[in-house]
């Protein structure tokens, strides 16, 4: 038969069979990042301002007034507030990464299964058809 | 002195390492057992040499191999591989009967017949030995068991890609451990990723892979017996091997396992020993027909019995 009137799929019938490529590093999902909220520090930080409302408040007063004028204290205060806020806003970040990685090598697992299961299958028609031809011509 | 009761003629006998020298050496004790064995090898005839429990018989060089003086010819002759030069000294010695392993050029007298050492019940078989302790521990190198165990049918070289089985199996199931015997070294890949490897030393190393496998795809089995398809059999292990006529074929077919001609079958082979089930009665099914062909040395000492007439 003429090249031009060869079927389409005959393109994909001609392609060696090259066997998967293999990766040079692994692709596993890596250990999950740990939390910012365990840490020492703010464990620490926590800690002391968590104490403030519920006790006399006289570890945190007193760790402030270590700083001399209002507004410095008022300043230290809010730098707390927001470290607190920050380390609750990475751990929510790390949680939401090891759910991705997770989800990411599972997906790429499942597909690079598929693929393979589906490349050997068409190797394995290719055969059965050529076998096929031999048997008729 | 009794004449011997067969006389070997070992032209494989000296490469220790080949599937030929094993088989001939093993025919060769269980003749032994049944009465006096003259083994005859290559070399030169001035310098007879001891080898284990024969006294070997050198027959000139390969290409010009002469009868030795004392050694009767109204025997039955055990040839290991049957060349145009070995079949010109039999022609000339016109032994009782002769049999050989194999066969390099040909044809030949049809007199002479192939001792068939694997497949169908007038089989003669081999002893194919193992340590059970292999069963006990598993590889030091690696701290898992049950992968997929490939052996491969290539040396390998540093940095190149497993062979394509190899490839199609990890990635075909990922999640499996793929170890791969090659030149000595076996290497452990999950995911299509190289994990580590570990060097292959010893026999007992080779075994206790064999033993710890889910199954052992074996891509260059050997042609005379495909001894390591027999020794992972022996511990249980399912086979996989390459749809080619030959000695493993039959080892596949008749325990149970599977043979593959593209990397679908193979998948399809490998998937059915991720089955417990499946896995267990072809492993219990293997193990049946290796101990029974090839594990017991007081049976081939009877089937060699009635090979050569002993009573």
Request: proline share 8%; net charge negative.
């Amino acid at each position: 038969m003429e090249p031009m009137v060869r079927d389409a799929q005959d393109a994909i019938a001609e392609m060696p069979e090259v066997a998967p490529r293999m990766l040079r590093q692994p692709a596993d999902a890596p250990p999950a990042v740990g939390h910012v909220g365990t840490s020492a520090p703010v464990v620490s930080l926590r800690r002391i301002l968590s104490d403030r409302p519920a006790g006399s408040g006289r570890s945190f007063r007193g760790w402030a007034a270590r700083v001399s004028g209002r507004s410095d204290r008022r300043l230290l205060l809010a730098l707390a507030g927001a470290t607190d806020a920050m380390a609750t806003h990475c751990d929510l970040l790390a949680d939401r990464l090891a759910a991705q990685e997770a989800v990411t090598a599972d997906v790429a697992d499942v597909y690079g299964k598929e693929i393979a299961l589906l490349r050997a299958e068409l190797v394995h028609l290719r055969r059965s058809e050529a076998a096929l031809r031999e048997a008729g011509a | 002195m009794k004449p011997p009761m067969a006389v070997v003629i070992g032209c494989r006998w000296l490469e220790r390492r080949t599937e030929l020298a094993f088989s001939i050496r093993s025919l060769a004790g269980a003749a032994s057992r049944c009465g006096p064995v003259a083994v005859l090898v290559p070399g030169d005839p001035k310098e007879p040499a001891a080898d284990g429990l024969f006294d070997l018989r050198r027959i000139g060089p390969p290409e010009a191999p002469q009868w030795p003086d004392g050694v009767p010819t109204d025997t039955t002759i055990i040839v290991d591989e049957l060349t145009a030069e070995v079949a010109g000294l039999l022609a000339s010695a016109q032994p009782l009967s002769a049999l050989f392993l194999s066969a390099r050029d040909g044809p030949f007298s049809r007199a002479w017949q192939t001792l068939r050492l694997v497949g169908g019940d007038e089989a003669v078989g081999v002893h194919v030995p193992v340590n059970r302790l292999a069963e006990r521990y598993r590889h030091h190198g690696f701290g898992f068991t049950d992968y997929v165990l490939v052996l491969s049918d290539r040396r390998g070289d540093v940095g190149e890609p497993p062979p394509p089985a190899v490839a199609w199996v990890s990635a075909g199931f990922p999640d499996a451990d793929v170890v791969v015997v090659e030149d000595a070294v076996a290497s452990a890949w999950k995911g299509r990723s190289l994990r580590g490897k570990v060097s292959v030393d010893t026999r007992m190393d080779l075994w206790r892979l064999l033993a710890h496998a889910n199954v052992c795809i074996d891509l260059g089995p050997g042609p005379i017996i495909a001894r390591e398809c027999i020794e992972a059999l022996r511990f249980g292990t399912p086979v996989v091997v390459p749809d080619r006529a030959g000695p493993a074929l039959v080892h596949a077919q008749e325990s149970g396992g599977s043979a593959f001609a593209d990397p679908d079958e193979l998948l399809a082979a490998v998937g059915r020993m991720q089955k417990d089930a499946a896995r267990s009665a072809v492993s219990d099914a293997g193990r049946r027909y290796a101990e029974s062909h090839f594990g017991d040395p007081t049976a081939l000492v009877t089937r060699m019995q009635a090979v050569l007439g002993a009573e």
